[in-house]
């Protein structure tokens, strides 16, 4: 049944004098059009991550340029601003709970507009103290960020505009949340809820903004260093599948070359006997790459770089040279 299948399919070839030199150059495009196909595709992939990999290196260098986290301190400073984060937005959940509360003293009507407005000035007023308080923590300390050296003096105006901002949040605070503790406890409304509303409206802002000032410190360095870490990674996985493509393309175009000779040998076989029962001379294949699987395999190699290297931009090429050595082996 196979040799029916070449006799038809490849017709052609059996009645030509030259049949079997004319086949080897069939099987060579063969393989020179799957190779290629599927190489083309995979060095396209290639040269999309080195230029990734070119762009992630352009900007590690550029990041390297601004403070970096040490690795031994990586583990304790990320420990650390976790533990911060954590801290403000308790700090931030807890004062704007009890400004939605004291807030809504302020909305004398109900309905969907009073709780939205109480909700949205619970918010500004939460936010709004936290960042003023962290400002004038950090103008009074004036810590250096890591890494960094401090190069200019308290800001004395700025201080004292910022403490006068505070002092008119912590009345506020101690004004609305009187407010609603008489509309909650009647009476003189200094009782234990107004009271501990007051405590924590007053001291909530100043914990949070002192810790988002510390917090500061590292940020930043650790974000920069965060970065790095991440393209870094990216690269290595680039490279990982560079490799990867590389590879596969070796295996590939090796395969597929060694099942174009293997069709050639056995259309060699049956156009041998074709010649034999048509009385034709056999032909004379000895200066023709078709007569050894070396010369054939170097020939295909030949021509798989030849095409590449025309088509494609710096093609990632596999090591065909080396098939021939494999071979021997």
């Given at each position: 049944?196979?040799?029916?299948?070449?006799r038809?399919?490849?017709?052609?070839?059996f009645i030509?004098?030259?049949?079997?030199?004319?086949?080897?150059?069939?099987?060579?495009n063969?393989f020179?059009?799957?190779?290629?196909?599927?190489?083309?595709r995979?060095?396209?992939?290639?040269?999309?991550?080195?230029?990734?990999?070119?762009s992630s290196?352009q900007?590690i260098?550029?990041?390297?340029?601004?403070?970096?986290?040490?690795?031994?301190?990586f583990?304790?400073?990320?420990?650390k601003?976790?533990?911060?984060a954590?801290?403000?937005?308790?700090?931030?959940l807890?004062?704007?709970?009890?400004n939605?509360?004291?807030?809504?003293s302020?909305?004398s009507?109900k309905?969907v507009?009073a709780?939205l407005?109480?909700?949205?000035t619970?918010?500004?007023?939460?936010f709004a103290?936290?960042?003023?308080?962290?400002?004038?923590?950090?103008?009074?300390?004036?810590?250096?960020?890591?890494k960094q050296t401090?190069?200019?003096k308290?800001?004395?105006?700025k201080i004292?505009?910022?403490?006068?901002?505070f002092?008119?949040y912590e009345?506020?605070?101690?004004?609305?949340?009187?407010?609603?503790?008489?509309q909650?406890?009647?009476?003189?409304g200094?009782?234990?809820?107004?009271?501990?509303?007051?405590?924590?409206?007053?001291l909530?802002?100043?914990?949070a903004g002192?810790y988002?000032?510390?917090r500061?410190?590292?940020?930043?360095?650790?974000?920069n260093?965060?970065?790095i870490?991440?393209l870094?990674?990216?690269?290595?996985k680039?490279k990982?599948k560079i490799i990867?493509?590389?590879?596969s393309?070796?295996?590939?175009v090796q395969?597929k070359?060694?099942?174009?000779?293997?069709?050639?040998?056995?259309f060699?076989?049956?156009?041998?006997?074709?010649n034999?029962?048509n009385?034709?001379?056999p032909?004379?294949?000895l200066d023709?790459?078709?007569?050894?699987e070396?010369?054939y395999?170097q020939?295909?190699s030949?021509?798989?770089?030849?095409?590449?290297n025309?088509?494609?931009?710096?093609?990632?090429t596999?090591?065909?040279?080396l098939?021939?050595?494999?071979?021997a082996?």
């Amino acid at each position: 049944m196979r040799h029916l299948y070449f006799r038809l399919k490849f017709k052609q070839w059996f009645i030509n004098h030259h049949g079997i030199q004319a086949f080897a150059e069939h099987c060579i495009n063969w393989f020179l059009i799957h190779s290629f196909r599927f190489s083309s595709r995979r060095n396209r992939i290639n040269q999309t991550l080195e230029h990734k990999i070119l762009s992630s290196e352009q900007k590690i260098d550029e990041l390297t340029k601004y403070p970096m986290i040490d690795p031994d301190e990586f583990s304790d400073i990320r420990g650390k601003i976790r533990l911060y984060a954590s801290i403000i937005m308790i700090c931030i959940l807890g004062e704007a709970f009890f400004n939605y509360f004291a807030a809504k003293s302020i909305f004398s009507f109900k309905g969907v507009l009073a709780e939205l407005g109480a909700f949205f000035t619970a918010l500004l007023i939460t936010f709004a103290a936290i960042y003023i308080v962290e400002l004038l923590i950090g103008e009074v300390l004036l810590k250096p960020r890591y890494k960094q050296t401090i190069t200019r003096k308290r800001d004395i105006p700025k201080i004292i505009i910022l403490f006068i901002l505070f002092i008119f949040y912590e009345l506020l605070i101690f004004y609305i949340a009187k407010i609603r503790g008489l509309q909650i406890e009647g009476a003189n409304g200094i009782g234990i809820i107004s009271t501990a509303m007051i405590i924590l409206g007053m001291l909530l802002p100043v914990v949070a903004g002192y810790y988002a000032y510390e917090r500061s410190i590292y940020v930043s360095a650790f974000k920069n260093t965060n970065n790095i870490f991440r393209l870094r990674e990216i690269n290595i996985k680039a490279k990982e599948k560079i490799i990867q493509n590389t590879e596969s393309i070796k295996n590939f175009v090796q395969e597929k070359l060694q099942d174009s000779w293997a069709i050639l040998q056995e259309f060699i076989v049956y156009k041998n006997n074709y010649n034999s029962i048509n009385n034709i001379e056999p032909e004379n294949l000895l200066d023709h790459y078709s007569s050894t699987e070396s010369k054939y395999k170097q020939e295909g190699s030949r021509r798989y770089f030849a095409k590449i290297n025309n088509l494609l931009p710096n093609p990632i090429t596999p090591d065909l040279h080396l098939i021939e050595h494999e071979q021997a082996i």
